[in-house]
């Protein structure tokens, strides 16, 4: 069985949500012989791109590197990971401030399927796209880095559902990531997430206690 088919028959059996979320780890030591094919990759981002987002304008743009030159001129802009040049792919995860001006073409495709009347998506068209186009850059950022946040966990329980293994990094150069990889001005960098088979396994990690890290009504 190629690792195409097996990564397919893995996508129609439901994981356990419970055994996913408790065996993801931030994975540091890759196979650099295992290869998602870039159909693969596309499956995983399908299920990412399915995360909340604020008007569900879907902000968050993706730049996977999974070619050797490109993951030679990553290395040294993530502080010289390995896992940058050992897993099969790392996807850069950034968020588009002016991904409000897709509004019209989300609110399209609503229409078409049927999950709004033409009449509310042209209402919501017109709101969305003065509120948001009103806000300040600083206020853009955050609601990108929000949602792309989103996104980036969702990836990674997808990812780990099939049975791979992820790490997030925010351990990078943005300003040179942007000018290595001609990412748009209107792009603001969220974190990278290698993604591929572990050749070592995660350390686990000590977790505080839930009393520990809440409060009921108030502080």
Same mark, same amino acid.
């Given at each position: 069985?190629?690792?195409?088919?097996?990564?397919?028959?893995?996508?129609?059996?439901?994981?356990?949500?419970?055994?996913?979320?408790?065996?993801?780890?931030?994975?540091?030591?890759?196979?650099?012989?295992?290869?998602?094919?870039?159909?693969?990759?596309?499956?995983?981002?399908?299920?990412?791109?399915?995360?909340?987002?604020?008007?569900?304008?879907?902000?968050?743009?993706?730049?996977?590197?999974?070619?050797?030159?490109?993951?030679?001129?990553?290395?040294?802009?993530?502080?010289?990971?390995?896992?940058?040049?050992?897993?099969?792919? *790392?996807?850069?995860?950034?968020?588009? #401030?002016?991904?409000? !001006?897709? +509004?019209? =073409?989300?609110?399209?495709? /609503?229409?078409?399927?049927?999950?709004?009347?033409?009449?509310?998506?042209?209402?919501?068209?017109?709101?969305?796209?003065?509120?948001?186009?009103?806000?300040?850059?600083?206020?853009?950022?955050?609601?990108?880095?929000?949602?792309?946040?989103?996104?980036?966990?969702?990836?990674?329980?997808?990812?780990?559902?099939?049975?791979?293994?992820?790490?997030?990094?925010?351990?990078?150069?943005?300003?040179?990531?942007?000018?290595?990889?001609?990412?748009?001005? *209107?792009?603001?960098?969220?974190?990278? #997430?290698?993604?591929? !088979?572990? +050749?070592? =396994?995660?350390?686990?990690? /000590?977790?505080?206690?839930?009393?520990?890290?809440?409060?009921?009504?108030?502080?």
């Amino acid at each position: 069985m190629s690792t195409e088919q097996a990564f397919r028959q893995a996508e129609r059996i439901p994981a356990d949500f419970g055994e996913v979320i408790r065996t993801r780890r931030s994975v540091r030591h890759y196979d650099p012989n295992f290869v998602l094919s870039r159909e693969e990759i596309k499956s995983l981002l399908a299920d990412a791109v399915l995360a909340p987002s604020s008007n569900n304008l879907q902000p968050w743009r993706f730049l996977v590197i999974d070619q050797p030159e490109d993951k030679e001129k990553l290395y040294p802009i993530a502080y010289n990971q390995r896992q940058v040049l050992e897993a099969s792919a *790392t996807i850069a995860v950034l968020g588009d #401030i002016e991904g409000y !001006k897709r +509004a019209g =073409e989300i609110t399209r495709i /609503a229409v078409e399927r049927g999950y709004m009347t033409e009449e509310f998506a042209a209402q919501q068209r017109e709101r969305l796209v003065s509120s948001y186009g009103s806000m300040s850059t600083d206020s853009l950022k955050r609601i990108a880095l929000i949602d792309g946040s989103l996104a980036s966990m969702q990836l990674m329980l997808a990812a780990r559902a099939r049975g791979l293994d992820t790490v997030p990094m925010g351990g990078f150069d943005h300003e040179q990531f942007i000018e290595a990889f001609n990412v748009p001005d *209107t792009y603001v960098p969220v974190m990278l #997430i290698a993604v591929g !088979k572990a +050749a070592a =396994e995660g350390r686990p990690t /000590a977790r505080l206690a839930v009393d520990d890290v809440t409060a009921w009504g108030s502080f």
